[in-house]
């Protein structure tokens, strides 16, 4: 047998010179070189042998590669290596056309079903939830203008502003989402919750896109108005307003700080009243500085869609934080939502999920927070950038493993992958009967990050909806 060894040493170093210079002009041939490094996210391949013993590479082993970091020419990217695009795709219009489907004429979407037809599902509504779903409708709609999608849209906002929008008690330039106990099925009193007020002024804006003149300006700067009263000199706010007692501040809600600052810069965008963006700046510096002693951050998706549009125009607000703080902040939460993920990385059927217990809008929030900070990432840490790509990708995957594909509910997702106990007694109870829950904002966060994710991936190459 023919061997290296054999050779002389001057023969060996032809040789070796030799092969050098044929690898040298491939890699200058490629611009790369095809051989997955360390920091690669491709997956060993899973395509089952043929009847001669070889593998045939699956259509999303023949992807092209892209590359990434620019200025970094040996790292690559292999971007559907562990999505298929058109599966994706699949997904997404599934789940569109979910939403589509639970909208009745009135414009009110059937807020909860069980894919268990046995179990018993109590009455109820929420009606931020509904200015949410529009939220994600609107993105499957800018994504694919179908008019059954435009449908939808138009009767949901009309249903919000008609059943929801109305104005403060003397005070009629302060217009609120009002969450009424006749709607909601509850036993609460009417309330104006400022997370409403956010998502309504996203929702309404959104609608902007769609049908111009839908709102008036008026009304948006209403809502908005109202986001500033509920405002303290410090950036932060009261979560809720009741008609006999004013702001409330007996409770304090993690998200929405977040859903207003975002709902203050689409308005912005199509408004350029320096109050909206000094509001939302000071809104966001407040969730900086009041964690920045913490241990740890909180997962806030919101804050995070609220960052990439803000981070832009920094340089036009004053702020109590440097840019440089704010930044460090998104990175801190960033890094958290990842770390959240990582325990499950092993367990074949919790990978790429972020909790125990196989919840998925756990899940579907973290990853709309943390493609919108992909955006920040890619300039100001491309190397975390690299690893929440890889985050978001398993992520996504989870996602499309739990998504119903058959059946009444097809295109719905569930509140767990299944039902996984957790040792605790009482929440096991509360999950045991919730896991086949398929709710409005269970698929409307997924369906965000599913379009948020195909953007990402598609950004470079061609358009796989079709």
Not at 167 to 193: F, I, M, T
Request: a positive charge; charged letters at 25%.
């Amino acid at each position: 047998m023919f061997s290296l060894q054999a050779l002389p040493l001057d023969v060996m170093s032809h040789h070796s010179i030799i092969k050098s210079l044929i690898v040298a002009i491939l890699v200058a041939h490629f611009g790369c070189t095809r051989s997955p490094d360390a920091t690669s996210t491709v997956a060993p391949s899973s395509d089952p042998p043929t009847k001669n013993g070889k593998r045939e590479q699956s259509p999303r082993a023949q992807q092209p590669l892209r590359i990434v970091a620019p200025g970094d020419a040996t790292r690559i990217q292999w971007s559907t290596a562990l999505v298929d695009p058109q599966q994706l795709a699949k997904a997404i219009r599934l789940a569109t056309t979910y939403l589509e489907g639970v909208c009745d004429e009135s414009g009110q979407f059937t807020y909860c079903v069980h894919v268990d037809p046995t179990r018993k599902i109590n009455p109820e509504y929420n009606i931020l939830r509904h200015a949410g779903t529009l939220y994600a409708l609107q993105m499957a709609y800018e994504r694919s203008p179908e008019e059954s999608t435009r449908r939808v849209l138009l009767r949901a906002a009309t249903f919000l502003q008609d059943r929801a929008v109305a104005p403060l008690d003397g005070k009629p330039h302060l217009l609120a989402v009002w969450s009424r106990p006749e709607l909601n099925h509850s036993d609460q009193p009417a309330q104006a919750k400022l997370g409403g007020a956010g998502l309504g002024l996203v929702a309404l804006g959104g609608m902007e896109q769609i049908q111009p003149g839908f709102s008036r300006l008026t009304e948006r700067r209403g809502l908005a108005s109202f986001i500033c009263f509920m405002q303290r000199d410090d950036g932060s706010f009261y979560s809720k307003y009741f008609p006999n007692t004013g702001p409330d501040a007996t409770w304090t809600s993690l998200y929405y700080p977040g859903e207003a600052a975002l709902g203050l810069l689409n308005l912005y965008a199509q408004d350029p009243d320096e109050r909206w963006l000094h509001a939302a700046a000071a809104a966001m510096s407040f969730l900086a500085s009041s964690q920045q002693q913490s241990p740890s951050v909180r997962p806030d998706h919101w804050m995070l869609l609220a960052a990439s549009k803000l981070v832009p125009l920094f340089e036009r607000c004053e702020t109590r934080v440097t840019r440089t703080e704010l930044i460090q902040h998104i990175h801190r939460t960033c890094k958290r939502m990842a770390d959240d993920q990582r325990p499950f990385l092993s367990k074949p059927l919790l990978r790429g999920c972020f909790v125990e217990d196989g919840r998925t809008t756990p899940t579907s929030i973290r990853l709309e927070g943390l493609i919108a900070a992909l955006e920040i990432l890619d300039e100001e840490d491309p190397r975390l950038g690299q690893r929440i790509e890889k985050v978001v990708t398993y992520g996504i995957q989870f996602l499309l493993r739990c998504q119903v594909r058959e059946g009444r509910y097809r295109g719905g997702i569930p509140c767990a992958i299944r039902f996984i106990p957790t040792g605790d007694e009482e929440d096991d109870i509360e999950l045991r009967r919730r896991a086949g829950e398929i709710r409005i904002d269970y698929v409307q966060h997924a369906l965000s990050a599913m379009i948020q994710y195909e953007q990402r991936i598609t950004r470079h190459r061609g358009n796989p909806r079709r």
